[in-house]
């Protein structure tokens, strides 16, 4: 798994936590971006999160960037399209990529809800297309979700979970594409309740914050939801589910206060309003004390 070609399209938040995340383990990699400003500012993002990981600055210096696809994917291994989540864009992106790829590179995509057949759908060998959804920020978050179509070449999966493996990531095998794979359902689940009981008046968003942050969330790191439902025993969690279950939302789609605080310009951190107001201190405390937050568990995952 060493000395892989890696090409990343897209040169957002996403896209070169990406590529830092494979040139701090040796590999070179082209990122296509189009936006010049964008582009140009990208090696010192990745200098500046090195740094503050105590790790060799000079990792970036295996970046290169590229204005056009064509340029990027030339000569690639692996290639992972990594632009915003939008279907149609991303299946122009995808027929261009093979278009331009050499005939043996994995095609990939970091959609974190979009099923990977749909953005596949115009490739004409979908054996080598599977998803890799990394998780923000990707040089910090271990998990990477590579997701498998009914296409995919069992080969094409282990090729992509070994390369990840070898660079300090925790790869899973998502066996069946469905929206939002494993992650994502599991966390929009929980935040749709968490919506509803504000909606329905039970608590207000801070409660629900503080409930979560203050019981179960500090367990989830060590002890997930099946691991728990096994120490506290199948028994008593079927006894639950049965009196709670019942009385949970069920709702097909988004909750009306969701959709009415988008519709009154409420978007959160960056209007300084959404389900809580949050002044400027507040925003820059709360993402410093996030960004500290992972260091340290990065920091004790590499021990």
Known sequence: M????????????????????????????????????????????????????????????????????????????????????????????????????????????????????????????????????WWNPPYLIPLVEVIQTQDTSDAAIAAMIGLLTSIGKTPVHVRKDVPGFIGNRLQHALWREAIALVQNGVCDAETVDAVVKASFGRRLAVLGPLENADLVGTDLTLAVHEHVLPDLDRSPGPLPLLRDLVASGRLGMKAGAGFRTWTEAQREEVTATLATHLQRLDGLDRR
Do not use: Y
């Not at 399209?9 to 990699?29: C, D, K, P, T, Y």
């Not at 140009?40 to 696809?69: F, K, M, Q, W, Y």
């Not at 291994?77 to 043996?104: G, S, T, Y």
């Not at 990939?108 to 099923?115: G, K, Q, R, Y």
């Open 2 to 133: 060493t000395n892989q070609r890696i090409a990343i399209i897209g040169g957002g938040l996403m896209g070169h936590g990406i590529a830092q995340a494979f040139a701090a383990a040796g590999h070179r990699v082209a990122i296509q971006e189009p936006d010049a400003e964008r582009r140009s500012a990208i090696p010192d993002h990745v200098r500046r999160n090195l740094r503050a990981l105590g790790e060799d600055i000079a990792a970036a210096n295996l970046i290169d960037l590229h204005e056009t696809l064509a340029g990027a994917v030339a000569g690639a291994d692996i290639v992972i399209e990594a632009v915003p989540e939008d279907l149609a864009l991303k299946q122009r992106i995808v027929a261009a990529i093979e278009a331009a790829a050499p005939p043996h590179a994995l095609l990939a995509s970091n959609t974190s809800v979009i099923p990977i057949t749909r953005i596949m759908e115009p490739l004409s060998d979908k054996s080598r297309a599977l998803g890799t959804h």
